[in-house]
């Protein structure tokens, strides 16, 4: 009761002194709600602890209550007498972050006709990696390039060829957005030549 800094992943347990009847054990009897948005979920149960799975993340930095009413019986079929409630709160969305590039910040003697890639810590948002969340640039000129996605890595497909001997940077920036819609915290940028 009363956690802060709750996963969002997070399966969520209640243990009993006795065992239960897992028949009386259902979303009916045993509920998460946010506010006043009932989460959808499966409840299961094993041993003496009764599980609520969520169907999906829980809301980041949010107030969740959740309640197990007197339908759930022990048993034999002594109810409990009274509703037991209890709350806990999301941890803060930490947000997504680049893990690996290729080629790798400040790589030199890099082939002019290079695909450069930039690899996720979670799965993104694809509509939010375009020309204008990810760039590629000699000095200020735009390096043309087609963009796309797949599992968590973004790729910059150049039309052309790289300059030789050149420095170019890249650029991810905080429009890059996880599936859960939250931003890069910060602007991702690395080099290479």
Known sequence: ??????????TITATFSMAMDPLT???STYTVKQGLNSVSGIVSYSGNTVTFN???PLTANALYVCTITT????TDGIALTENYVWSFTTALAAGPTVVST??????????????????FSEVMNPLTLNATTFTVKQGTSA???IISYFGK??????????AANALFTATITTGAENVAGTPM?????????
């Open 1 to 10: 009761n009363n956690a802060t800094g709750v996963l969002p992943d997070k």
């Open 25 to 27: 054990l259902t979303t």
């Open 54 to 56: 969520p169907s999906g």
């Open 71 to 74: 339908g759930a019986k022990n």
């Open 102 to 119: 290729d080629p790798a910040d400040l790589a030199t003697g890099v082939v002019l006709n290079k695909t450069v890639t930039a690899t």
């Open 143 to 145: 390096i043309e390039g």
């Open 153 to 162: 890595t973004v790729v910059f497909l150049p039309t052309g060829l790289f």
């Open 185 to 193: 915290a910060s602007d991702y940028v690395w080099t290479f030549t």
